[in-house]
T-cell receptor, first 112, second 115 residues
Framework: QKEVEQNSGPLSVPEGAIASLNCTYS??????FFWYRQYSGKSPELIMF????GDKEDGRFTAQLNKASQYVSLLIRDSQPSDSATYLC????????????FGGGTRVLVKP | GAVVSQHPSWVICKSGTSVKIECRSL??????MFWYRQFPKQSLMLMAT?????????EQGVEKDKFLINHASLTLSTLTVTSAHPEDSSFYIC???????????FGSGTQLSVL
């Protein structure tokens, strides 16, 4: 079992809709959770981080964390074509210490 | 967010030569930096963890004598690909850990092409 799992996609959503991305992790000791966006040929860009159970909103993005169920999700509201990218879930802490463990990424395609 | 500068952005070199990539944290001190490699349409692969003032920790399967890492200061880590070969062609990305918030910020990446 991979330590951090994501559906590879592509997740295709119409412009203006909500894109919902999920990520599960195996290490119960994990403490910090991050979402990165990566455009093709570019390096990842941090868009959200969450440490506590519940929801965290930042603009059109909402991160949701459920430590009991070991999943973290990202919602993108009012999806735009510019949101088309690969979204990487990353987990910190636990056995890995300060070393982030990345999921394989979910490719999102927003269609006009 | 914090800024991590990586240089060069792309490099083309002949097989057998060495290439040095620099990674600088511009507005924060980073005791820990990480080096990743990414092949097309694949996820990031951690190569090594670079700790300021000490030896780097390499992931399994990564040759430490081929990928030399130096982290001489709190704002600079370098990766040298020695005796590069075509199979070393890849996108190399550094990242720096902002200790205060435990957030990881990435450099812009270096596309290495070995002919």
């Amino acid at each position: 079992q991979k330590e951090v799992e994501q559906n590879s996609g592509p997740l295709s959503v119409p412009e203006g809709a909500i894109a919902s991305l999920n990520c599960t992790y195996s290490d119960r000791g994990s403490q910090s959770f991050f979402w990165y966006r990566q455009y093709s040929g570019k390096s990842p860009e941090l868009i959200m981080f969450i440490y506590s159970n519940g929801d965290k909103e930042d603009g059109r993005f909402t991160a949701q964390l459920n430590k009991a169920s070991q999943y973290v999700s990202l919602l993108i509201r009012d999806s735009q074509p510019s949101d088309s990218a690969t979204y990487l879930c990353a987990v910190n802490g636990g056995a890995a210490g300060n070393k982030l463990t990345f999921g394989g990424g979910t490719r999102v395609l927003v269609k006009p | 967010g914090a800024v991590v500068s990586q240089h060069p952005s792309w490099v083309i070199c002949k097989s057998g030569t060495s290439v040095k990539i620099e990674c600088r944290s511009l507005d924060f001190q980073a005791t820990t930096m990480f080096w990743y490699r990414q092949f097309p349409k694949q996820s990031l692969m951690l190569m090594a963890t670079s700790n300021e003032g000490s030896k780097a920790t390499y992931e399994q399967g990564v040759e430490k004598d081929k990928f030399l890492i130096n982290h001489a200061s709190l704002t600079l880590s370098t990766l040298t690909v020695t005796s590069a070969h075509p199979e070393d062609s890849s996108f190399y990305i550094c990242s720096a850990l902002e200790t205060k918030g435990e957030k990881l910020f990435f450099g812009s990446g270096t596309q290495l092409s070995v002919l």
